[in-house]
């Protein structure tokens, strides 16, 4: 069932279909890539170039490394939803989520201009017509009591409710380390790290405020938007966007 708790107790939506309450967890990950590496560069004393460097000149040109850290995965679920899908199935909605900017106001969408504008013109429907919107065509989001259905239980007409998965997360970390050999016992170490190194802004899809997917704003100027981008909690180096520190270590 798609909840946030597992300490709640869970009222079925329909006995005539326990199907409908089978879904993906809404912490579900199709693919989670993480990879770390160390690269020290064959430089210095001993090494492939300037092998026979001594002295001042091998703590300049020796002790070189670069260390990185990916991490590319699938987008975390968000849920649409008792609806219906008109033109398209869930797959091809799924296929269609993608981020996209708008040169010209610069808001940010997670959906096609075309199934935005005929779900709003979908859910600005009345008994006597649509909106100033017109009718939907193509490929839309409807609401579950329309487009010919009309639903005795939830899930009949549609959906009980579409789970799918926001756009992709990708981040790449880069560090520059610098080790200096001082004595047989003591080294200094200095590095540079670039969090976020190319400045990946990844958004998210009905988090922290759900009106962008919620069902009961469909029909509004701002379905299909999202301002939401991710961020680590668990460190306060995560700043949302690239970040350069310093950091001087002696170790012994």
Known sequence: ??????????QPTTLRDPSLDKNISPFDLVHAI???????????????LAGDANGLVDRLLGGWAIHG????????????????????????????IEIRRDPNTGLVFFLPDDIILNARRAFNSTATG???LGAPTGKYIALA?????????????????????????TRLDLSIVKKTKVTERMNVELRAEFLNAFNAINFKVGSQTAAD????????????????????LSTTNDVGGRMIQ???RINF
């Open 130 to 132: 649509f909106s100033d």
């Open 69 to 96: 850290q990916a991490r590319v995965q699938s987008g975390s679920t968000f849920s649409l939803g008792n609806i219906q899908l008109v033109g398209m199935n869930k797959r091809e909605l799924q296929d269609a």
């Open 145 to 169: 009591n329309s487009n010919g259905c009309v639903q005795e239980f939830i899930g009949q007409c549609g959906f009980s409710r579409v789970v799918l998965h926001g756009p992709r997360f």
């Open 34 to 48: 993480k990879a770390n590496w160390i690269w020290e560069l064959p430089v210095g004393r001993g090494q492939w």
């Open 1 to 10: 069932m798609y909840g946030t708790s597992g300490s709640v107790f869970f």
């Open 246 to 248: 310093m950091v001087l």
């Open 213 to 232: 997917t919620s069902i009961t704003n469909f029909g509004g100027a701002t379905f299909g938007q999202t301002a939401n981008a991710y961020q680590d």
